[in-house]
Nanobody, 126 residues
Framework: QVELVESGGGLVQAGGSLRLSCATT????????MGWFRQAPGKERELVAT????????YYSDSVKGRFTISRDNAKATLYLQMNSLKPEDTAIYYC???????????????????WGQGTQVTVSS
């Protein structure tokens, strides 16, 4: 069974850091673009960051640029999101995702990602 399993979420004070991990099982995603999205209560799911197959290309939303870093370790079949200088507005459920229909390229929009994790809650207190 193909799965993406997120971990590393939790409660942190503003200004703190968290590192999210996304473990992949069931197949290899080593050639596929992957990303992180988030969804806050009452809001639409939004892109946080994406990366190409080897981490050589990355893209960040303006709201997290300079604070978050996306990376991947294909040998460990794991995607990461390092989140620094967290703000209360970063509070959301964070989802890991992969676009299995694209090899080597980049993917930026939610409908083009076809495999999703269950999400991990990140709460930032003020």
């Amino acid at each position: 069974q193909v799965e993406l399993v997120e971990s590393g979420g939790g409660l942190v004070q503003a200004g703190g850091s968290l590192r999210l991990s996304c473990a992949t099982t069931g197949r290899t995603f080593s050639l596929n673009p992957m990303g992180w999205f988030r969804q806050a209560p009452g809001k639409e799911r939004e892109l946080v960051a994406t990366t190409n197959w080897n981490g050589g290309a990355t893209y960040y939303s303006d709201s997290v640029k300079g604070r978050f870093t996306i990376s991947r370790d294909n040998a460990k079949a794991t995607l990461y999101l390092q989140m620094n200088s967290l703000k209360p507005e970063d509070t959301a459920i964070y989802y890991c995702t992969a676009d299995t229909r694209t090899n080597y390229g980049m993917t930026y929009v939610a409908p083009e990602f076809d495999v999703w994790g269950q999400g991990t809650q990140v709460t930032v207190s003020s």
